[in-house]
T-cell receptor, first 114, second 109 residues
Framework: IAGITQAPTSQILAAGRRMTLRCTQD?????MYWYRQDLGLGLRLIHY???????GKGEVPDGYSVSRANTDDFPLTLASAVPSQTSVYFC?????????????FGEGSRLTVL | GQNIDQPTEMTATEGAIVQINCTYQ??????LFWYQQHAGEAPTFLSY??LDGLEEKGRFSSFLSRSKGYSYLLLKELQMKDSASYLC??????????WGAGTKLIIKP
């Protein structure tokens, strides 16, 4: 049982480069999320998708974009990376976008922008 | 604004009991979650409270008082593997999760 798979697990990136973090789930959950986690701060929502074909902005969406072409995949793209985007990125999913479903997280992608 | 407060770090002894508090101020309330996160790993779900009272699940219990904007996570018979960060999160009126910064729990032998 894979659950949620993220790739890459770790990446060092030069500022100004484009980067896509991949996220795939095999649980057929309708809702998916991208968070970033920084030391001393709570998880912050970047973008979310309540169902395939729809996306929404979270708390910190600037500099990031997402797409949800199908139920399983939810990639996060940094169009032109900046050092402040150095963080650990977690993809998550839940089986109820507006209800009380628990979140299932991927193992995280550690991104360093130099 | 919306705010979740929890202690930054706590230390406890193996075999003992520890209580991790969480206070919140949010726009509406649709439930409170506790997650456990070991260093370098993903958060994993521990508990969910939407009604006042205590929910017990093995060695872990979670309490909620909606009128006080308060919750706690109680860990009994502490084991070394319980060393982790514990994240409190509240679902607001828009069904968005607001996260606390987490409490790092250190267990000493």
């Amino acid at each position: 049982i894979a659950g949620i798979t993220q790739a890459p697990t770790s990446q060092i990136l030069a500022a100004g480069r484009r980067m896509t973090l991949r996220c795939t789930q095999d649980m057929r959950h309708n809702a998916m999320y991208w968070y970033r986690q920084d030391l001393g701060l709570g998880l912050r929502l970047i973008h979310y998708s309540n169902t395939a074909g729809t996306t929404g902005k979270g708390e910190v969406p600037d500099g990031y974009s997402v797409s949800r072409a199908n139920t399983d995949d939810f990639p996060l793209t940094l169009a032109s990376a900046v050092p402040s985007q150095t963080s650990v990125y977690f993809c998550a999913s839940s089986d109820s976008s507006g209800g009380t479903g628990e979140l299932f997280f991927g193992e995280g992608s550690r991104l360093t922008v130099l | 604004g919306q705010n979740i407060d929890q202690p930054t770090e706590m230390t406890a002894t193996e075999g003992a009991i520890v209580q991790i508090n969480c206070t919140y101020q949010t726009s509406g309330f649709n439930g409170l979650f506790w997650y456990q996160q070991h260093a370098g790993e993903a958060p994993t779900f521990l508990s969910y409270n939407v009604l006042d009272g205590l929910e017990e699940k093995g060695r872990f219990s979670s309490f909620l008082s909606r009128s006080k904007g308060y919750s706690y996570l109680l860990l009994k018979e502490l084991q070394m593997k319980d060393s982790a960060s514990y994240l409190c999160a509240v679902m607001d009126s828009n069904y968005q999760l607001i996260w606390g910064a987490g409490t790092k729990l250190i267990i000493k032998p």
